[in-house]
């Protein structure tokens, strides 16, 4: 089966910093979502990538695909804390199931 | 909107009992998810519904857990009879379609313990 791995699976960084979070699929992935998870507010979408080589943007926040498709990172830059959370991505598993990596914690000290 | 709604917030329970969740999706919203969390395997879909037909029951661990949804604001996660390795927080989730890309929206979770 399917199975998503992300790193690290927390990070702390200093406001203003840039951070990276990494996602490996064990295979080929056809579609892959970021999400952000918040305490008390739910999983939110980010972005969805599914195309080799993509690359999507939204505010400081930029997500890529790489070109063999199994391999995902999420890109913050100058980060604040309103970007505290945890972030998840999410892969179209068998059956058109969504599985989920572990998380990573990201933490931002002011 | 109060948001998704879940009880008992808290279910501390001895092995081998019958454990029911309770959910109340948002209003208006025609997807419901059920989640488990755990830090050892993190966030795992159990299963969804789609304007209240089960859709993908593929995520529940074992027999011993069942999901229902007889109606658009109700929904149950029952766990018969309950084990210690079931302990986790468990989240009900809706949103307003059935597409993963749309947010979901998180009720605020029970947290199960088993002993």
């Known amino acids: 089966s399917q199975e998503l791995e992300q790193s690290p699976q927390s990070l702390i960084v200093q406001e203003g910093k840039n951070l990276t979070i990494n996602c490996t699929s064990s295979?080929?992935?056809?579609?892959l979502y970021w999400y952000k998870q918040k305490y008390g507010e739910g999983l939110i979408f980010l972005m969805m990538?599914?195309?080799?080589?993509e690359e999507k943007s939204h505010e400081k926040i930029t997500a890529k695909l790489d070109e063999k498709k199994q391999q995902s990172s999420l890109h913050i830059t100058a980060s604040q804390p309103s970007h505290a959370g945890i972030y998840l991505c999410?892969?179209?598993?068998?059956?058109?199931?969504?599985?989920f990596g572990q998380g990573t914690e990201l933490s931002v000290k002011p | 909107d109060a948001g998704v709604i879940q009880s008992p917030r808290h279910e501390v329970t001895e092995m081998g009992q019958e454990v029911t969740l309770r959910c109340k999706p948002i209003?208006?919203?025609?997807?419901l998810f059920w989640y488990r969390q755990t830090m050892m395997r993190g966030l795992e879909l159990l299963i969804y519904?789609?304007?209240?037909?089960?859709?993908?029951d593929s995520g529940m661990p074992e027999d011993r857990f069942s999901a229902k949804m007889p109606n658009a604001s109700f929904s149950t996660l029952k766990i018969q009879p309950s084990e210690p390795r079931d302990s986790a927080v468990y989240f009900c989730?809706?949103?307003?379609?059935?597409?993963?890309?749309?947010?979901?929206?998180f009720g605020p979770g029970t947290r199960l313990t088993v002993l």
């Open positions: 989730a809706s949103s307003l379609r059935s597409s993963w890309t749309d947010t979901q929206y």
């Open positions: 295979k080929t992935l056809y579609g």
């Open positions: 990538l599914q195309k080799g080589g």
């Open positions: 999410g892969a179209d598993g068998q059956g058109g199931k969504l599985i």
């Open positions: 209003s208006g919203h025609n997807s």
């Open positions: 519904f789609n304007n209240n037909v089960p859709i993908d």
